[in-house]
Structures are given as structure tokens and as C-alpha cells.
């Protein structure tokens, strides 16, 4: 059974960093597309950014791109979403998600809570 446990949400000023991780297991981590979903209250869940494999592939949603990092160690089954210069409409739950490759089996983490507000 695949188990995905985000940490590192917070309360944060705008223009502030924060850094979330997603631990994995359950899976053969390599064979996974991880990526990272949010929904703000009120709207719907959105893809905010996506990588395969080593990092090769990686897609970003346009209203995150170049100011939000995600990355992956597959030995550690962990992926990670630094999020820079934060604004207030990043506030929402993001959600770790793992869809195994060529396949639609898919896992959500329970969520952990961002907050950008002065």
C-alpha cells in the first residue's frame, strides 16, 4: 500500500521561502511520477508542478514557474517543492501525489497547510 506524509507547511509573509517534503513508501519510488497538487478554499484541486525519473521531465503550472523548485531523491523515496517569493494566492492544502508510470493507479498524501499572509 502506498503511503505518501507531506511535512514543512506554515505560516509565511509574503515574499518568504518555504520548503515541503513528501516521504514515500509502499513503492518502488523510480517507477512513479510525483507531483504536487493544492486547492484553496473554494477552488478547485490544481497541479502546481510535476517531475519523472531523476529529473529529467518536470512541468510547472505558469502561475508557479520560476519561483517554485521541485526536485527528487529516489534513494531517500522523497520529493520536495521549494516554494520562493510566495504570494497570498499560493495559499492553499498541498497535496503530494504518486501515479505510477503508463498507468492511472494514483496516491494523495493527506495534505499539509501553506499560509502567505502578513
Known amino acids: 500500500q502506498v503511503q505518501l506524509v507531506e511535512s514543512g507547511g506554515g505560516l509565511v509573509q509574503p515574499g518568504g521561502s518555504l520548503g515541503l517534503s513528501c516521504v514515500a513508501s509502499g513503492l518502488t519510488f523510480s517507477n512513479y511520477r510525483m507531483s504536487w497538487y493544492r486547492q484553496a478554499p473554494g477552488k478547485e484541486r490544481e497541479l502546481v508542478a510535476g517531475i519523472v525519473g531523476t529529473g529529467g521531465n518536470i512541468n510547472y503550472a505558469d502561475s508557479v514557474k520560476g519561483r517554485f523548485i521541485i526536485s527528487r531523491d529516489n534513494a531517500k523515496n522523497t520529493v520536495y517543492l521549494q516554494m520562493n517569493s510566495l504570494k497570498p494566492d499560493d495559499t492553499a492544502v498541498y497535496y503530494c501525489?504518486?501515479?505510477?508510470?503508463?498507468?492511472?493507479?494514483?496516491?494523495w498524501g493527506q495534505g499539509t497547510q501553506v499560509t502567505v499572509s502578513s
Open positions: 501525489n504518486a501515479r505510477r508510470l503508463f498507468t492511472t493507479t494514483t496516491s
